[in-house]
Structure formats: structure tokens, C-alpha cells
Antibody
């Protein structure tokens, strides 16, 4: 069964950092483009970042560029999102996605940025 | 960046109604257009990919059409479980962009 399981969310103060993880199973992780999509409370979906299977290319939304870093460990079938300089507007549920058409989504991990 | 303009933002309908949701892209997205359904407290689920291909397990009352910059999601006969929020997504060119969403209400 194809599965994505996010972890690492929590409450952090403005300016703080957090690292999200996404454990993947049931497919060939190392050849799959993976990404993160977020949803602020009561709002729509916003693409955040993507990374190619090899990890050699990555892309970011302007809203997170320079603050967030996407990476992956293909030996562990795990995707990461390092989030630095967090702002209140980064508060959201963060979903991990299998980006070959966005067929598979995780259940999400909540990030709350508040003092 | 490619902007996705989705309409309407909300829609009141009844069981049995035919519903059409539209997405307009600011540039040609080729066939890289999908539709997603999201229910409260749940992750989005893909309904349609590549403009018109029905996701396995999705009822045939859902259909997608369009090309270039104009796309539609049609629900032929609304069922109680269809009341949810719907999003389009283009993934032809980064940044991937979602429509603003359509909340389908009774």
C-alpha cells in the first residue's frame, strides 16, 4: 500500500525553526518527485516546494524561498522540509505529496507559529 | 507564474443537481490539470487527472474537460457525499498553482 506519513509539526515562536519529515512506503521513492503543500486554517491549498527523485533539482514558492529547504534521503525513503525564520503566516497544515499527478497525500502535520 | 482562477467560490445545490465548476489558467497548462475534493478534516483526494482521466474508484458522475486555459469539472447528479470543497491544480510549470477552491453546499 502506498503511504506517506508526516511528522515534526508543533508550536514554535516567530523566528524559530522546525523540521518536517515524511516517511514514504509502497512505491519506488528514489525515482519520484516529491513535494509539500500547505493549508492555513480555513484557507485553500498552497504549493510550497518540490524536489526531484535524485534530489538534484528543487523548487520553492516565493513565500518560502530563502527560509525553507527541501531535501530527501533516498536510503531512508524520507522527505524533509527544514523551515527557518518562521512567521505567523506559515501557520498551516503541511501535507507531503507524491507529485506524479498528486495522487497520494499524507494526513498532514500541523505547524503553529505563535508567541 | 501561472494563475488559476476558479469559479464559483461557493455554490448552493441540491441532491440530484448537475454542477459545473470552472478553472481558467493565465497560460496554457497543456494537459497538466487535475481536480481534487477535500472534506473537512481530511487530506485532498484526486478526482481527475490529465484534464479528463477519472481516478480509479471515483464515481462516473464526475467528469473533467477542457484544454489550454479553460477547464471544467462536472458532477452530473449530486449525491449527499459530494458536498465538499473542490480545487483545480496546474502542475505544468513551477510554481504549481491551485485554484482558490469551490465550496459546494446544500
Amino acid at each position: 500500500e502506498v503511504q506517506l506519513l508526516e511528522s515534526g509539526g508543533g508550536l514554535v515562536q516567530p523566528g524559530g525553526s522546525l523540521r518536517l519529515s515524511c516517511a514514504a512506503s509502497g512505491f519506488t521513492f528514489s525515482t519520484t518527485v516529491m513535494g509539500w503543500v500547505r493549508q492555513a486554517p480555513g484557507k485553500g491549498l498552497e504549493w510550497v516546494s518540490s524536489i526531484t527523485g535524485s534530489g538534484g533539482s528543487f523548487y520553492y514558492a516565493d513565500s518560502v524561498k530563502g527560509r525553507f529547504t527541501i531535501s530527501r534521503d533516498n536510503s531512508k525513503n524520507t522527505l524533509y522540509l527544514q523551515m527557518n525564520s518562521l512567521r505567523a503566516e506559515d501557520t498551516a497544515l503541511y501535507y507531503c505529496t507524491k507529485e506524479d499527478g498528486f495522487e497520494i497525500w499524507g494526513q498532514g502535520t500541523m505547524v503553529t507559529v505563535s508567541s | 507564474d501561472i494563475q488559476m482562477t476558479q469559479s464559483p467560490s461557493s455554490l448552493s445545490a441540491s441532491v440530484g443537481d448537475r454542477v459545473i465548476i470552472t478553472c481558467r489558467a493565465s497560460q496554457d497548462v497543456r494537459g497538466d490539470l487535475g481536480w481534487f475534493q477535500q472534506k473537512p478534516g481530511k487530506a485532498p483526494e484526486r478526482l481527475i487527472y490529465a484534464v479528463s482521466t477519472l481516478q480509479s474508484g471515483v464515481p462516473s458522475r464526475f467528469s473533467g474537460s477542457g484544454s489550454g486555459t479553460e477547464f471544467t469539472l462536472t458532477i452530473s447528479s449530486l449525491q449527499p457525499e459530494d458536498f465538499a470543497t473542490y480545487y483545480c491544480l496546474q502542475h505544468n510549470r513551477y510554481p504549481d498553482t491551485f485554484g482558490q477552491g469551490t465550496k459546494l453546499e446544500i
